[in-house]
Each structure stands twice: as structure tokens, then as C-alpha cells.
């Protein structure tokens, strides 16, 4: 376990525990990653709000899709687009897997995990467009336009720079040779649930497997 959560490559536990079987190694990934997504549906991830001097926290949204040729070249694979939005300063996160990144899907997923008084910071993509009308206007919208800049040269506090974890995930998977299409949900949860727990992360997976198994 300790392993699997400090991200030991395979090779490597199986040589620190005198492991002689492939598969028990990459099982035991694949059942912390199952894990991660049992707690997934059992928790409502809340991310912004107010900090405790009352300033408004930023968080931002962004969407990629996963599984692309690389280049256009290459077997045509269907792939999968992911919404992601990540709480500045904790890194906190949700990403979830949609099957349209159209506006109403976007503030379902805004108006679902983003508390009242945020800043919401996103490109301009139009599906981004009644974000501050959502939930009573509760939220400030904040947007950078990729095509002229990445951080506003008047408030360099609008960017979307964090989100840059997508850059994370991605090489995460590449990195975990053997991954399947069919698990994919899973890897995100067991990437988004490290993400949202880089404080004590071992104490937070025990604590994460009692809750799943009402202990």
C-alpha cells in the first residue's frame, strides 16, 4: 500500500518485497485505483469560496480531451473528453469524464462543486458564458483569452496556469505502462484523489479505505 501510493514503479516494489509476479504488482495498482473511485462516488468535492480573510477564492476551469493521435498520425482512437476544475493554493481538484463540453454540461458541473463567492477563471470558449448568472449569481468570472495571452497583463491573478495539471495526468498515464481504456475512469480518480491529498497522503489512503469499507 505504501508503495502504491508513493507511485513506486512495479519493477521496483517487486524488487523491494521479493515479489516474483507481474500481475500481483499491477493488480494491486489497479485495486488502490478502484479504491479511489469508490471514494469518488461517495464524496461531493467542494472547491473556492471565501478564504478566512473573507477574499474570494480563484478557481479555475478547464476541459481536454484524452487519447488523441499524437500529431494526427497514427490508428484513429475515440477518446475521451475530461472537465477539470482545481482550487488555487490546496490544488484540490474534480475532473469528470463528459460526453459534451457544452455549456449546459459545464455549469452542471460549476453550479455541482464550486462554492458560493468564487472567482471562476476559464478561457473564452463560449460554453463559459453564463457562469456568473448560475446558482443566483453567486460566482465572479474571470477569463483569459488564450489567442492574445496566457496571464492578463492588467491582473496577472487571471490565468489559467494551474489547471496545467492536465500536463500531470497525461504523463502519469503514459508513465503507467499497461493502462487500459476500460480502466481509465479509475486512473483519473486515483489521480485526482492524490492531487486533492498531497498533505499526508498515506494517513489519507488509510482513512480513505475505512470510509469505504464503513470501519
Known amino acids: 500500500m505504501y508503495h ?9 516494489v517487486m524488487l523491494f518485497e521479493s515479489l516474483t509476479s507481474w500481475d500481483t504488482s499491477v493488480n494491486y495498482n489497479n485495486y488502490f485505483s478502484q479504491e479511489c473511485c469508490q471514494w469518488l462516488l461517495t464524496t461531493h468535492q467542494l472547491l473556492g469560496g ?7 477564492v480563484f478557481v479555475e476551469v478547464d476541459e481536454t480531451y484524452f487519447f488523441h493521435r499524437k500529431y494526427h498520425r497514427g490508428q ?3 477518446g475521451k473528453w475530461v472537465v477539470g476544475l482545481v482550487e ?7 475532473m469528470e469524464i463528459v460526453a ?7 455549469e452542471r ?17 463560449r460554453g463559459y458564458q453564463n457562469v456568473t448568472q448560475l446558482n443566483n449569481g453567486v460566482y465572479k468570472h474571470a477569463v483569459i483569452v488564450h489567442a492574445h495571452e496566457f496571464v492578463d497583463s492588467v491582473d496577472p491573478d487571471i490565468h489559467t496556469e ?4 492536465w500536463m500531470q495526468a497525461k504523463r502519469k498515464l503514459r508513465y503507467q505502462s499497461g493502462t487500459t481504456r476500460g480502466m481509465f475512469a479509475s486512473y483519473l480518480a486515483a489521480f485526482q484523489w492524490r492531487n486533492s491529498h498531497k498533505q499526508n497522503v498515506f494517513g489519507c489512503s488509510l482513512l ?3 470510509a469505504n469499507y464503513n470501519i
Open 4 to 12: 502504491r501510493v508513493y507511485e513506486v514503479k512495479c519493477k521496483h
Open 50 to 56: 471565501l478564504d478566512a480573510n473573507g477574499q474570494s
Open 76 to 78: 484513429r482512437r475515440v
Open 88 to 94: 488555487r493554493g490546496s490544488g484540490r481538484c474534480w
Open 100 to 106: 459534451h463540453r457544452d455549456a449546459p454540461t459545464l
Open 109 to 125: 458541473i460549476i453550479a455541482n462543486h464550486v462554492l458560493p463567492g468564487t472567482t471562476i477563471v476559464t478561457d473564452a470558449w
Open 162 to 165: 494551474t489547471i496545467e495539471m
Open 208 to 210: 480513505m479505505l475505512c
